[in-house]
């Protein structure tokens, strides 16, 4: 498979501001891709578009937008469109998790994240996959997770919500694999982002990647036409004990191992 012509397209990065995103951005600027930004973080929106404009001589365009909302990926799609630009592709990175006892959490805060996570990535997807279509180039990376290969004890939800999109992500490439548009399911492990402080999580002696070597992984799973990616030898193996366990066995072990890693919640 040929790889992707990125200084001719333009891709849009939800949660651009920070970690994956960030570093998504600039390896997409590196390539000569013209960028939108998005993110709740305006100002770091900001900073990051300057540098990415000096530097590599793109276009980039900031919307600062909380995508946890009802109406804001319409909202953002109006205002891409109403300012003349169309997307060849998609990095649905936006999300995040809570690690702690299913009931220790707010419903408020399941509602924010199964939005985020599921429900604006998939509107996105819906709504930029025609144009890429009718131009017969585009291509959708979703930021899914290893925790998408099975269940996660102390940190179900967002584990689910990346279930999800792993789901989503190999159906719609299946789906539409005669289509010019590509689909990835990246599935990282842990990362040297700020995820484990947003979740609460004690990652102490755990292995690390870097959100750069992510993302590079990631571009070159892309151009070679993967459907899922599991950046990391390590990390691959671990999603593939569900093929030689139970699930019980699975999930036994997944909460023995996550129970002592839950901190105490930050109010």
Known sequence: MTSLPFERMTALVSGASSGIGRCFAEALAQRGCHLILTARSDDALQQLAAQLRAQYGIRVLVIAADLAQAGAVAALYAEVTAAGWTVDLLVNNAGFGKWRHFLDESADTYQRMLMLNIVALTELTRLLLPGMQARRLGAVINVASTAAFQPLPYIAVYGASKAYVLHLTEALATEYEDSAVRFLALCPGNTRTRFTEVANADVSGMAAASPESVVASALRALDAGRHYHV??????????????LTRRQVTRLVATLFAKRIMPKVS
Do not use: E
């Open 231 to 244: 950046p990391g030898r390590m990390n691959y193996l671990t999603a593939q004990l569900p093929r030689w």
